[in-house]
T-cell receptor
Framework: NAGVTQTPKFRVLKTGQSMTLLCAQDMNHEYMYWYRQDPGMGLRLIHYSVGEGTTAKGEVPDGYNVSRLKKQNFLLGLESAAPSQTSVYFC?????????FGPGTRLLVL | AQSVAQPEDQVNVAEGNPLTVKCTYSVSGNPYLFWYVQYPNRGLQFLLKYITGDNLVKGSYGFEAEFNKSQTSFHLKKPSALVSDSALYFCAVSYGRRSQGNLIFGKGTKLSVKP
């Protein structure tokens, strides 16, 4: 039981490039989330999903898109990366109230 | 609007002493409250939660938290701190449909336990 996994662990992008972050969970959880963590800001919710095929915006959705084509996977896309998107990205999943987090993806946009 | 405040950026404690990490919240209705811990270069780990019932909640690694409705607080405590407890601690409150688990996090408190 791997829990929540994220790929890649670290990535460097140039401004304007695109990329997709992958989150996978093997706990059969309905709900999945993408957060970003910045120093002194805590975690802020980007997008979330309450089930396969559904997504919704969180607190800071601009510049990101998501897809949940399979229950176990939740993808976060950056179409045109900006330096302001330099951050650590965490995925989480939950069945009810408690969220379980992945190890994070560190993204640097130059 | 829902919000969570962690008034201390850092808490310093000597090993063996009791520790408290403070959290206050603002929610409409009855809150669902959580504590998570983050070790360096790791994801967040769930410590404990308050949903309903006994105001004193016990969690992982000997931590506990006390829900105080009148003071709108949910402070994290441990009777005897360990050096290995040094980490970043986040308080969070659930909003929206509770079963979805959407969380608002505080900014985090860095706990440093010295030998």
């Amino acid at each position: 039981n791997a829990g929540v996994t994220q790929t890649p662990k670290f990535r460097v992008l140039k401004t304007g490039q695109s990329m997709t972050l992958l989150c996978a969970q093997d706990m059969n959880h309905e709900y999945m989330y993408w957060y970003r963590q910045d120093p002194g800001m805590g975690l802020r919710l980007i997008h979330y999903s309450v089930g396969e095929g559904t997504t919704a915006k969180g607190e800071v959705p601009d510049g990101y898109n998501v897809s949940r084509l399979k229950k176990q996977n939740f993808l976060l896309g950056l179409e045109s990366a900006a330096p302001s998107q330099t951050s650590v990205y965490f995925c989480a999943s939950s069945k009810q109230e408690t969220q379980y987090f992945g190890p994070g993806t560190r993204l640097l946009v130059l | 609007a829902q919000s969570v405040a962690q008034p201390e950026d850092q808490v310093n404690v000597a090993e063996g002493n009791p520790l408290t990490v403070k959290c206050t919240y603002s929610v409409s209705g009855n809150p669902y409250l959580f504590w998570y811990v983050q070790y360096p270069n790791r994801g967040l780990q769930f410590l404990l939660k308050y949903i309903t019932g006994d105001n004193l909640v016990k969690g992982s690694y000997g931590f506990e938290a006390e829900f105080n409705k009148s003071q709108t607080s949910f402070h994290l405590k441990k009777p005897s701190a360990l050096v290995s407890d040094s980490a970043l601690y986040f308080c969070a409150v659930s909003y929206g449909r509770r079963s979805q688990g959407n969380l608002i996090f505080g900014k985090g408190t860095k706990l440093s336990v010295k030998p």
